[in-house]
């Protein structure tokens, strides 16, 4: 169930195989007798100096992978000079992740229908430090996830989505077959996450 939530995609998986089919069309040019002793990768994103043009995207649940989780995509992110996005659905809270030590950190946001839930989520980020907010707005519809479907995915027992705990959202529902993507189409707004 863990394996085919992170390595399969929606519907017919065409998204996630032209996915692999672009990186695929990704090669390394090497440079001959070119000095490169001195290559400079670093930039910046919104004003915040990175080592390289690379940051972490929002990837939801990480302890159903590692143990460590968030925490340690948090410090391989700070030790190589990158910025990471926490997804909402994480497995390891804002104020969590900000205890791992330095870093630049942004938080993945969906709109959702109780905005009072989204002040919440927004206000504890920038509590924890974080310095800026990916509003997510491409999931008014989940898409069919054929494996979860046929998994009955749920989040495991012995793991929460740590930053909803404390708020008034409601539990997923884990004996439901369709579990977490009830949950989230019942939780975000549809009708104006593309007006926010």
């Known amino acids: 169930m863990v394996y085919d939530y992170y390595a399969s995609g929606a519907e017919d998986e065409w ?32 004003g ?11 990837t939801a649940m990480q302890k159903m992978a590692h143990p460590e ?15 990471m ?14 205890s791992t030590g330095p870093g630049i950190r942004f938080f993945q946001l969906y709109v959702y229908r109780d905005r009072n839930v989204v002040a919440q989520l927004v ?20 898409g069919r996830r054929e494996a979860d479907i046929k998994n009955r995915f749920t989040l495991p027992p012995f793991l929460t ?15 439901n077959d ?3 993507a009830s949950y989230v189409a019942g939780q975000i707004d549809r009708t104006s996450a593309g007006r926010m």
Do not use: C
Not at 28 to 46: C, E
Not at 48 to 58: G, R, V, W
């Open 48 to 58: 915040f100096k990175i080592s390289m043009p690379i940051m972490l995207a929002p």
């Open 123 to 142: 206000r504890r980020a920038e509590r924890a430090g974080f310095k800026a907010i990916a509003l997510t707005v491409d999931t008014p519809r989940l």
């Open 178 to 180: 369709s579990g977490l």
């Open 69 to 83: 989780g968030e925490y340690a995509t948090a410090r391989a992110a700070s030790a190589a000079g990158t910025i």
């Open 161 to 175: 989505l740590k930053n909803f705990e404390g708020l008034d959202l409601g539990k997923m529902d884990k004996a």
């Open 15 to 46: 998204t996630l195989q032209e996915n692999r089919n672009a990186f695929s069309r990704i090669l390394f040019r090497p440079r001959i007798l070119i000095d490169v002793s001195k290559i400079d990768m670093t930039t910046t994103v919104l």
């Open 85 to 98: 996005t926490l997804s909402s659905w994480a497995t390891s809270s804002v104020e969590e992740v900000a």
